[in-house]
């Protein structure tokens, strides 16, 4: 199956709903040494379309620790659950940052499923976090829905 690419035009798009943000860990796109990808919610391969509703700005890292999982085991009950989903989720209905703002706390067992799994507290992110609550930059208005 080929798989199918996101226009220009999508893309775009998909970079200012998220407010040029990872959508997962909410890396910010200025602050990151790797290129930010679109991607898939639902691969692809498991029927997903490339459709806006179906796409999702995301950090490398994300995105390939994400690959084609849509669930996963949510470590504190042992129950397979679905990872968030953006586009019908809110992000902080489902996480929430630490007092300090350099962790992702999970409210839920999707929260937990994805942070798990996602890693979405990597040495390097948490490291980029204490560096932009310095410079003001950190936490992003989770308020806003994206």
């Known amino acids: 199956m080929r798989r199918q690419r996101p226009t220009q035009r999508q893309r775009l798009a998909v970079f200012i709903r998220a407010g040029y943000r ?19 919610i639902i691969p692809v391969e498991q ?3 490339t459709t806006l509703d179906n796409l999702a700005l995301s950090c490398r890292g ?6 084609i999982l ?6 504190a009950t042992g129950v397979t ?28 067992a999707t929260g937990r499923a994805t942070l798990e799994a996602l890693q979405l507290n990597r040495e390097g992110l948490r490291n ?16 806003v829905t994206i």
């Open 22 to 40: 990872c959508e997962y860990c909410r890396h910010p796109v200025a602050f990151s040494s790797d290129p930010f990808e679109v991607e898939h």
């Open 128 to 143: 980029l976090r204490r560096a932009l609550v310095l410079d003001g930059a950190h936490p992003p208005d989770e308020s």
């Open 47 to 49: 029927g997903g379309t």
């Open 81 to 108: 659950v679905p990872l968030f989903h953006p586009r019908h989720q809110q992000w902080n209905a489902h996480f929430q940052w630490s007092f300090d703002a350099t962790q992702v706390l999970a409210l839920t």
């Open 62 to 67: 994300c995105n390939h620790l994400k690959h």
């Open 70 to 75: 849509t669930e996963a085991m949510d470590p």
